[in-house]
C-alpha cells in the first residue's frame, strides 16, 4: 500500500493568518489539496467562485442540508458554512493530504466521522494583534470585525480539543510548524514499507 492522503483540520479565530499559512503551505507542498467548502456568506474582493468556496443563496444551501449533502455545516458569523461529501470523496481519491479550513465546531464532527483525522488550531499571539490584523486585512466592516474579536475569546477555549497547536507570530516559524506535523506521517515505516520493498527487494 502507498501513501494514502489523511485528513488534516485547520481552525482558528478569523483573522489569525489560517488561510495565508494555508496558501503558502500549498505553493510549496505539491501533496497538498485544499478543500473547498460550500458558504452563504458575500463572495470578498479577490475571492473566485470554485476555488476560495463555492458561493451559494441561503435557499440553495438550506436544500443541500435537506438533502443530506454536507459531511458538516455550520453558521459562523450569520452565515452557513459547509463540507460537501462529494468534493472530500473526490479529493480523497487523488492520494493527497486534504485540508480543511473550518471552524472549531465543524472539527469537531470531522473528528467524530473520521477518527484517524487531525485537528490543528491556529492561535494568534495575541488577542490585540488579532484585532490588528483584522483592521490591516480590510475586508470586513468595523461590527464584523468587533464580532469576530468577541468569539474568538470563546473560540480560543475549544483548543484544547484539538490534537496540535501552532502560534502565528512569526509566519515562517508557524509555516515550518505546520509543514513538520504534515511530512512526518509520510513517513512512517507503515507508508514506506512497500516502496522501500520494491526499492531493494526484499
Ligand atoms: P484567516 O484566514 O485566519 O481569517 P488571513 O490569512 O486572512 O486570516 O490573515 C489575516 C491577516 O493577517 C492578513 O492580512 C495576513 O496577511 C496577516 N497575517 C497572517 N499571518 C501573519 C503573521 N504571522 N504576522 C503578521 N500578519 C499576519
Ligand atoms: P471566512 O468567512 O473568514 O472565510 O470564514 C469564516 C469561518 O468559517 C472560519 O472560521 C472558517 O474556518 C469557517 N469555515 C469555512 N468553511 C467552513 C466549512 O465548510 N465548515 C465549517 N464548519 N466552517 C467553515
Request: aromatic share 10%; charged share 25%.
Amino acid at each position: 500500500m502507498g501513501h494514502t492522503g489523511k485528513i488534516y483540520v485547520i481552525s482558528a479565530p478569523s483573522g489569525t493568518g489560517k488561510s495565508t499559512l494555508v496558501n503558502a503551505l500549498c505553493s510549496v507542498d505539491q501533496k497538498v489539496q485544499l478543500s473547498i467548502s460550500h458558504t452563504t456568506r458575500a463572495i470578498r474582493p479577490g475571492e473566485i467562485d470554485g476555488v476560495n468556496y463555492f458561493f451559494v443563496a441561503t435557499d440553495k444551501f438550506e436544500e443541500m442540508i435537506k438533502k443530506k449533502e454536507f459531511i458538516e455545516h455550520a453558521k459562523v458569523y450569520d452565515n452557513y458554512y459547509g463540507t460537501n461529501i462529494n468534493t472530500i470523496h473526490k479529493f480523497l481519491a487523488s492520494g493527497k493530504d486534504i485540508i480543511l479550513e473550518i471552524d472549531w465546531q465543524g472539527a469537531l464532527q470531522i473528528k467524530n466521522i473520521f477518527p484517524e483525522s487531525v485537528l490543528i488550531f491556529i492561535l494568534p499571539p495575541s488577542l490585540d494583534a488579532l484585532a490588528e490584523r483584522l483592521y490591516k486585512r480590510n475586508t470586513d466592516s468595523r461590527a464584523v470585525i468587533q464580532k469576530r474579536l468577541s468569539m474568538a475569546v470563546e473560540e480560543i477555549g475549544h483548543a484544547p480539543e484539538f490534537d496540535y497547536m501552532i502560534i502565528n507570530d512569526s509566519f515562517e516559524e508557524a509555516l515550518l510548524d505546520l509543514r513538520s506535523i504534515m511530512r512526518a506521517p509520510r513517513n512512517t515505516t507503515q507508508n514506506m514499507l512497500e516502496i522501500v520493498k520494491q526499492k531493494f527487494h526484499f
